[in-house]
């Protein structure tokens, strides 16, 4: 059995990561639309929600000789998106005033600093930077709760990082995640979530997804298989400009929290302990449950006994109120009154404790028909 420890259940647990990446194109007006939007539907839902940034020290992260040309996609997009530290800092404001946890994934040490300057609760690693040793020693320093995505992260790489946070004490979750943009349904491999949870039992595992054809079945599914945090892309039509097939819009966002909703409503409760069985339940249980009825007359002073019991009683149902059935154990009790073929053996029949035990008696009682 996993032991999670429960600080981070409390930080990981049912967590979802709204990953705004880039998509505010550099434009901070569209930042905080994709804030807003996102918040409500957040709120509307009553999840708990972090809205991610990405921080890119731009003029250290790119290369003097690679800058302001269009030749490599990663290159233009992220100088596209450069926003300055006081607009990130209205942007984390906003998350803020949301009712979301905002959170980033720093992609050099610079940007970890700028977490640490923002306060921000949670740092999230790519999947491209889980052997990144110098960002990670960074990020180690800092000594904050970390959440790392495994997308094309070898075992050995994997077992290095997560070995690497624990020798820290530093709480960590870690994402299944497949790095493929968009990801189609036959990619997904849901199964490494049992892999995950297998291989390291005492941290939260979760799913940082790029799917682009369903909001509703995986949530269902990698709940199930213990999945406790989770992560999309987003983005908003804004602007007329085009959203990205692994980017989900708010509408689809709120179809995923409510298939969160019916996961956890068809789950139920814990998976560590045995659930609590509601008196219905119960009730209806014991209405299927067979009596004990006299095969043939017996007189007082009758003592029942299992090797016996065939000989002189049968089971059938229905269970009426106050009789014994086939769950009861019978060695030495008296019958106490005359009992007529096919009568039912009750509670008033017998001594020992199905009639002298107060709560016994009244479970017995308030049993059957």
């Given amino acids: 059995m996993a032991n999670i420890s429960q600080t981070d259940r409390d930080l990981f647990e049912n967590l979802f990561i709204l990953e705004a990446a880039n998509n505010h194109l550099g434009n901070?007006?569209?930042?905080?639309?994709?804030?807003?939007?996102y918040g409500a539907i957040v709120r509307f839902n009553?999840?708990?929600?972090?809205?991610?940034?990405?921080?890119?020290?731009?003029?250290?992260?790119?290369?003097?000789?690679?800058?302001?040309?269009?030749?490599?996609?990663?290159?233009?997009?992220?100088?596209?998106?450069?926003?300055?530290?006081?607009?990130?800092?209205?942007?984390?404001?906003?998350?803020?005033?949301?009712?979301c946890i905002p959170m980033a994934t720093p992609f050099?040490?610079?940007?970890?600093?700028?977490?640490?300057?923002?306060?921000?609760?949670?740092?999230k690693i790519a999947s491209s930077d889980?052997?990144?040793?110098?960002?990670?020693?960074k990020i180690g320093h800092t000594k904050r709760p970390v959440i790392i995505?495994?997308?094309?992260?070898?075992?050995?790489?994997?077992?290095?990082?997560?070995?690497?946070?624990?020798?820290?004490?530093?709480?960590?979750?870690?994402?299944?995640?497949v790095s493929l943009y968009p990801s189609g349904d036959h990619?997904?491999?849901?199964?490494?979530?049992?892999?995950?949870?297998?291989?390291?039992?005492?941290?939260?595992?979760?799913?940082?997804?790029?799917?682009?054809?369903?909001?509703?079945?995986?949530?269902?599914?990698?709940?199930?298989?213990?999945?406790?945090?989770?992560?999309?892309?987003?983005d908003i039509d804004f602007d007329s400009v085009p959203v990205s097939p692994y980017c989900s819009l708010p509408h689809q966002i709120d179809e995923w929290f409510k298939a969160f909703h019916k996961a956890k409503e068809m789950c139920g409760g814990s998976s560590r302990s045995r659930r609590i069985i509601p008196p219905e339940e119960t009730k209806y249980l014991d209405a299927l449950?067979?009596?004990?009825?006299?095969?043939?007359?017996?007189?007082p002073g009758y003592e029942l006994d299992n090797a016996t019991f065939d000989r002189d009683f049968y089971l059938a149902i229905p269970l009426l109120k106050g009789q014994l059935s086939c769950r009861e154990i019978f060695n030495g009790e008296t019958i106490t009154k005359p009992l007529q073929v096919n009568a039912p053996l009750t509670v008033n029949d017998v001594d020992g404790p199905y009639n002298s035990e107060p709560s016994l008696r009244k479970l017995l009682e308030d049993r059957g028909l």
């Fill in 28 to 37: 901070l007006d569209r930042g905080k639309q994709i804030i807003k939007d």
């Fill in 149 to 177: 995505s495994s997308g094309g992260t070898s075992e050995k790489s994997l077992d290095d990082v997560v070995q690497f946070f624990e020798n820290r004490s530093i709480p960590l979750a870690i994402n299944h995640c």
């Fill in 130 to 137: 889980s052997n990144d040793w110098p960002l990670l020693e």
């Fill in 46 to 99: 009553n999840v708990k929600a972090a809205i991610k940034l990405q921080f890119r020290e731009v003029n250290t992260f790119i290369h003097e000789s690679f800058r302001g040309g269009d030749d490599i996609r990663y290159v233009s997009k992220t100088e596209l998106a450069a926003l300055t530290r006081a607009e990130y800092a209205e942007l984390v404001q906003s998350i803020k005033r949301a009712g």
């Fill in 108 to 123: 050099d040490e610079s940007s970890v600093d700028l977490c640490v300057d923002f306060d921000f609760p949670i740092i």
């Fill in 289 to 299: 449950v067979r009596g004990v009825y006299a095969r043939r007359d017996l007189e």
């Fill in 187 to 234: 990619q997904l491999e849901l199964n490494q979530i049992d892999y995950l949870t297998d291989r390291y039992p005492d941290h939260i595992i979760g799913f940082s997804t790029h799917e682009y054809h369903d909001w509703h079945s995986s949530m269902l599914i990698t709940y199930s298989k213990g999945a406790r945090t989770w992560e999309r892309h987003v």
